[in-house]
């Protein structure tokens, strides 16, 4: 059974960093493309990076590129560094994995959702 897990969250201010981490058991031969999505209180959930099995490619959201760097260690652990933190990047960050190898944004190709770091930046 696969089982993801986020940790690093926490309350920071504007400016900061922070870096969180995800790690997964039971991926193996299920788990290949990873990713991260978040979502804040009223809003939709959101697209924020993503990274394919290999780890050669990664992809941004707009919001995020150039603060945050998706990383993994192998097929099975995902870090998310966060740099220059924003107000705006208050939201619950989740872990997620998916079946497909390559780059995928839309939310509903993962098949698997750890259940969410709170993150908080005051400014």
């Known amino acids: 059974q696969v089982q993801l897990v986020e940790s690093g969250g926490g309350l920071v201010q504007a400016g900061d960093s922070l870096r969180l981490s995800c790690a997964a058991s039971g991926a193996s031969g299920k788990v290949y493309g990873m990713g991260w999505f978040r979502q804040a209180p009223g809003k939709e959930r959101e697209f924020v990076a993503a990274i394919s099995w290999s780890g050669r490619n990664v992809y941004y959201s707009d919001f995020v590129k150039g603060r945050f760097t998706i990383t993994r260690d192998n097929a099975n652990t995902l870090d998310l560094q966060m740099n220059s933190l924003k107000a705006e990047d208050t939201a619950v960050y989740y872990c997620?994995?998916?079946?497909?190898?390559?780059?995928?944004?839309?939310?509903?190709?993962?098949?698997?959702w750890g259940r969410g770091t709170q993150v908080t930046v005051s400014s």
């Open positions: 997620v994995g998916g079946s497909y190898s390559g780059i995928n944004t839309d939310a509903d190709k993962y098949e698997y």
